[in-house]
């Protein structure tokens, strides 16, 4: 029994300097789009943006965040074009999520290129970015 609290209190002390760092990377990341944009984002922003349909200037399909991440952000996604699972958006359910900035801008660049046709705009990333951590 003493074994497993030990082990338990290190997981414990794991799993919350986790969150520490993962908060740390978002707090920075949203600090960097305050700074381009000025001002604060809205989660409820970045779930209507997550959830909006665009059509796709080639093809005309329409795209959005949804259609691959799902609207359940805590669930396994699904690649549109290529059928590719995709691990839970959600921090709370997966731990990797929001953890490597350089990770989350490379993301935004491409996804955001895929759905949107172009890069998004700082105050973009800080309402997905928003919406996500909240997930």
């Not at 796709?56 to 691959?68: L, P």
């Not at 805590?74 to 590719?84: C, E, F, P, Y």
């Not at 989350?104 to 998004?120: A, D, I, M, S, Y």
């Amino acid at each position: 029994m003493k074994w497993f609290l030990q082990i338990s209190a290190v997981m414990m002390v794991f799993v919350s300097g986790a969150s520490f760092a993962n908060a740390a990377v978002v707090d920075d990341l949203l600090g960097q789009y305050q700074t381009q944009v000025g001002g604060a984002f809205s989660a409820e922003e970045g779930k209507a943006a997550w959830n909006r349909l665009i059509p796709d200037a080639k093809t005309g399909e329409e795209r959005s965040c949804a259609g691959c991440h799902g609207s359940d952000l805590r669930r396994v996604g699904k690649h549109l074009q290529t059928g590719k699972p995709i691990d839970p958006m959600a921090p709370s359910v997966n731990a990797k999520r929001l953890t490597d900035p350089k990770f989350v801008e490379k993301w935004f660049k491409r996804n955001c290129q895929w759905t949107l046709g172009r890069e998004c705009t700082p105050k973009e990333k800080g309402m997905f970015l928003t919406f996500i951590q909240h997930q």
